[in-house]
Nanobody
């Protein structure tokens, strides 16, 4: 059974930073990718970043490129999303997702965490 658990969300002022984590278990790391998505109230879930577990390749949405960094600690089976220069429009519930396809489409991910709230005050 694959499990993904996010942590590290919270309240931060605009311009600040936050690092959220996704602890994983139960999957074949050599095959999988980890994605971060977010969903703001009244909006659809949107792609933020994706990382290939084996070689660390990454991809970002245009809205976060240059501000957010996705990474992983292979020894601790944990993925991270370092968020810098946060803006009020970054406020959302952030979800970690796992899958076997290199994609930005949420429908193609197989496993999801419960989400962690990120709030950015102006």
């Amino acid at each position: 059974q694959v499990n993904l658990v996010e942590s590290g969300g919270g309240l931060v002022q605009a311009g600040g930073s936050l690092n959220i984590s996704c602890t994983t278990s139960g999957w074949l790391y050599t095959r999988y990718v980890v994605g971060w998505f977010r969903q703001a109230p009244g909006k659809e879930r949107e792609f933020v970043a994706v990382l290939k577990w084996t070689n660390g390749n990454t991809n970002y949405s245009d809205s976060v490129k240059g501000r957010f960094t996705i990474s992983r600690d292979k020894d601790n089976y944990t993925a991270y999303l370092q968020m810098n220069s946060l803006k009020p429009e970054d406020k959302a519930v952030y979800y970690c997702a796992g899958g076997t396809t290199w994609t930005t489409r949420s429908s193609q991910y197989d496993w999801w965490g419960q989400g962690t709230q990120v709030t950015v005050s102006s």
